[in-house]
């Protein structure tokens, strides 16, 4: 069974940086595209970026030049490193499988505010 805890999130000012960690269970993570994913209140799940098993990535327009999708995969791990943080990146922000194919974890709130 896959499950995904995913930590680093907080209250930072507009301009500042997070660094969000997501930890795997499971041992075929390397096999597979990892996403970051983020739900704004009162808005649906939208896909942030996403990392392929070959470490190649991709983004949302909102967000490129920005944020960044790593991996570990010795770690289980994926991180996303935010930049330049806008009041409008303020979400819950998930990992998952890309596309999903696991349950969903209880994600990170990352909150963008002065």
């Known amino acids: 069974q896959v499950q995904f805890v995913e930590s680093g999130g907080g209250l930072v000012q507009p301009g500042g940086s997070l660094r969000l960690s997501c930890v795997v269970s499971?041992?075929?993570?390397?096999?597979?595209?990892m996403g970051w994913y983020r739900q704004a209140p009162g808005k649906q799940r939208e896909l942030v970026g996403k990392?392929?098993?070959?470490?190649?990535?991709n983004y949302a327009d909102s967000v490129k030049g920005r944020f960044t999708i790593s991996r570990d995969n010795a770690k289980h791990a994926v991180y996303l490193q935010m930049n330049s943080l806008k009041p409008e990146d303020t979400a819950v922000y998930y990992c998952?499988?890309?596309?999903?194919?696991?349950?969903w974890g209880q994600g990170t709130q990352v909150t963008v505010s002065s």
């Open positions: 998952n499988a890309n596309p999903v194919l696991f349950a």
């Open positions: 499971g041992s075929i993570f390397s096999i597979y595209a």
């Open positions: 990392i392929s098993s070959a470490s190649t990535t």
